[in-house]
């Protein structure tokens, strides 16, 4: 059973990093048919794709996303993480990690994080 659970504050206070974690069991991180996705939920809004890092560790963002965003992976773990520097109010949302199967679309999901910037 494959199972994402994201871990991190949820409260950051603006200008400051948003730093969350996804803990993955039941695959590995490394599976060649698998990417990993963060997205994001704000409130009233739909969802936002926000970046992946593939099997290899290469990594892709959301281009609106791209210069305050990073996404990075610990093997040993099992994890893998998004990190969001310079966050205001608008980068209030829940964030879900997430499994892709390569080439079908998202099959797991993680339940969600609430992450709220406020000071």
């Known amino acids: 059973q494959v199972r994402l659970q994201e871990s991190g504050p949820g409260l950051v206070m603006p200008s400051q990093t948003l730093s969350l974690t996804c803990t993955v069991s039941?695959?590995?991180?490394?599976?060649?048919?698998?990417?990993w996705s963060w997205i994001r939920q704000a409130p009233g809004k739909g969802l936002e794709w926000m970046g992946v890092i593939a099997a290899d560790g290469m990594t892709h963002y959301n281009p609106s996303l791209k210069s305050r965003s990073s996404i990075s992976r610990d093997t040993a773990k099992n994890q893998f993480s998004l990190q969001v520097s310079s966050v205001t109010p608008e980068d209030t949302a829940v964030y879900y990690c997430?499994?892709?199967?390569?080439?079908?679309?998202?099959?797991?999901w993680g339940q969600g994080t609430q992450v709220t910037v406020s000071s």
């Open positions: 039941g695959g590995p991180v490394t599976s060649t048919f698998h990417h």
């Open positions: 997430v499994r892709a199967v390569r080439f079908l679309g998202y099959d797991y």
